[in-house]
């Protein structure tokens, strides 16, 4: 039993000691890429570098392949040491695999020393790479609204974006010139006809050094859009108590002539109802005619079919509301109308380049 | 004395619980009358008349549902037929009052009234309960009022011993929304039965008066 028991803990401290396979992969990346760090500052560089590649291996990944937020900085280092081994040919070819992963990156100036900056930038200058950047997933209004397409390049050089269908029909032209360091083009959602585009496009943004000049680069990415119209609101429905009556009912005029005759009838009732053997006043019959007339008095002016002024302007008012937010929900439905929705969604970025093939 | 204890109970247990429930608004209102007033004491066999007018006046506080109604009224009455003497009265009145809805009060408190003749004093302490309701005649300008009580117990300072009581009132009051007063009038009788029967004392008088609400 107490054998048992000690494994039963065992097996209970192994589960909460032992780090998960994930937490050991990135355990390993660390140590790999901590290790040719070292190496590189102890200017061990055939070791680094040797750490590097084996860090840097994307068809082959292993546990101790770098995930994509550090490779810019494995590369700088892997390009670094290439360099200092006298490897210049190798070092250029790291770091035109750097740009063409990511096109804004540079080499902090202050770890790096300038030799290992002016190779990049040399690298740099002869790469036509373009970063396109989209929303994954949104929806335009056409005629209102642009879908954004951002561009981020390696260098100055040429570049036309354009719209097509997978099987190469031309769409629509975007831009077609310069770009620098980022440019923001936009498309509208039409087709070169003013129509509004459907089904699945390519944008294509091709890299060019120069004007007219040879094609280097290519990204596609496939666009999935959806025209839809967007609904009408339905109209407002006026409430059951909207409108106030307009004219007397007859409920009041009958309780006020009920009342006042009843009170009436009462006083002349109350000596005897009070106590036998009375001889009330006959005064009371003062009262018995005031309340006979004003029961009469509130008859007459709420007799059923008067008009009541008051309602009668609170209605219009009412009315008058009413009617506005008909005409703001028809005025809202004449929009929702002419509007079409477009609903692009991008996929991934295909590359094609002249060093890919 | 049990029945008062009873009825102050009963007044006050739904007061709190209305008071709780109802915003704290102050209201008062008084009320400057004069009655022509007629009594009728019946003594066995012997029936005597009496009437003379009365004034005096009554005032109102009420804090949201509860109120306080006190009146004061004095005057002298002249002996019309019988053997009864020409005397001077004084009233008084002092109710606790609770408004469960706005048409509808209940109220409950001692009436006291003197008979003064030459020969004495004759002093009447009644514990009376009372409904009153409120129904306009007129919008914003005539109210109906009736009024139905009930003397509950009754000491007076004479032989014979309290038996019953009740009366009413009605009458109506004219206040139209741009006026700062109102007006009103109104009738009611009261009567109080003494020894089985044997002393009927009834008092009916005709009201007007006129009052101021605030609040």
Not at chain 1, 326 to 349: F, S
Request: no cysteine; net charge positive.
């Amino acid at each position: 039993m107490t054998g048992r028991r000690g494994l039963l803990w065992a097996a209970l401290a192994a589960v909460v000691v032992a780090p998960s396979g994930r937490g050991l992969a990135a355990q390993e990346q660390n140590r790999t890429l901590n290790s040719a760090l070292q190496a590189y500052q102890n200017l061990e560089y055939e070791t680094a570098a040797a750490l590097l590649r084996r860090a840097l291996a994307v068809e082959a990944p292993s546990a101790d392949t770098l995930p994509t937020a550090l490779r810019p900085k494995a590369l700088t280092y892997l390009a670094a040491s290439d360099y200092y081994r006298g490897r210049k040919d190798s070092a250029a070819v790291v770091f035109r695999r750097l740009i063409v992963q990511d096109p804004r990156y540079r080499p902090d100036p202050l770890i790096f020393p300038p030799e290992v900056t002016a190779a990049f930038e040399t690298a740099r200058r002869a790469m036509k790479v373009v970063e396109v950047i989209t929303p994954s997933d949104t929806s335009i209004r056409l005629g209102r609204d642009q879908y954004p397409i951002r561009l981020y390049a390696s260098s100055f050089h040429e570049v036309v974006v354009g719209l097509e269908r997978p099987d190469g029909r031309f769409i629509k032209g975007i831009y077609a010139g310069p770009i620098g360091d980022s440019l923001d083009v936009s498309w509208d959602g039409f087709d070169s006809t003013s129509t509004p585009a459907d089904g699945n496009l390519v944008l294509t943004v091709t890299s060019r050094p120069t004007p007219g000049g040879e094609v280097v680069r290519v990204v596609r990415i496939m666009l999935d859009t959806r025209t839809t119209h967007a609904d009408t609101l339905p109209w407002p429905t006026p409430s059951d108590t909207l409108l106030l009556p307009e004219r007397a009912p007859s409920g009041p005029a009958l309780r006020s002539l009920s009342s006042g005759l009843l009170g009436a009838a009462a006083v002349l009732l109350l000596p005897s109802a009070v106590g036998s053997g009375t001889h009330p006043a006959g005064a009371r019959y003062a009262v018995v005619g005031a309340l006979s007339l004003a029961g009469i008095v509130g008859f007459v002016t709420q007799r059923p079919g008067v008009p009541l002024p008051d309602n009668v302007a609170k209605n219009v008012a009412r009315r008058a509301a009413f009617q506005r937010q008909i005409e703001l929900a028809k005025q809202d439905n004449a929009r929702r109308r002419t509007g079409v929705l477009e609903r692009i969604r991008a996929g991934v970025p295909l590359v094609i380049s002249r060093e890919n093939q | 004395m049990n029945t008062r204890l009873g009825l102050i109970a009963l007044l006050a247990l739904p007061a709190t619980h209305l008071a709780a429930q109802s915003p704290s608004r102050l209201h008062f209102e008084i009320q400057l009358d004069g009655s022509e007033l007629y009594a009728n004491p019946i003594i066995g066999s012997v029936s005597s008349t009496l009437s003379g007018m009365v004034f005096g006046g009554e005032g109102r506080v009420a804090l949201g549902p509860v109120g306080l109604d006190l009146g004061y009224w004095q005057g002298s009455l002249s002996s019309q037929s019988g053997p009864q003497p020409n005397e001077d009265v004084v009233e008084g009145k002092a109710l606790l009052e609770l408004a469960p809805v706005h048409w509808f009060t209940i109220a409950a408190g001692p009436f006291a009234r003197a008979y003064t003749t030459s020969g004495g004093t004759e002093r009447w302490l009644s514990w009376r309960v009372q409904g009153r309701v409120e129904q306009p005649l007129v919008p914003e300008t005539v109210q109906a009022y009736a009024e139905l009580w009930f003397v509950a117990s009754s000491n007076v300072n004479v032989v014979q011993p309290f038996t019953s009581g009740r009366g009413g009132r009605l009458g109506l009051r004219l206040e139209p929304s741009s006026w700062p007063v109102w007006l009103t009038l109104g009738y009611g009788i009261e009567q109080i039965r003494l020894g089985s029967g044997s002393r009927i004392d009834t008092v009916d008088r005709l009201t007007f008066g006129a009052g101021y609400s605030g609040r």
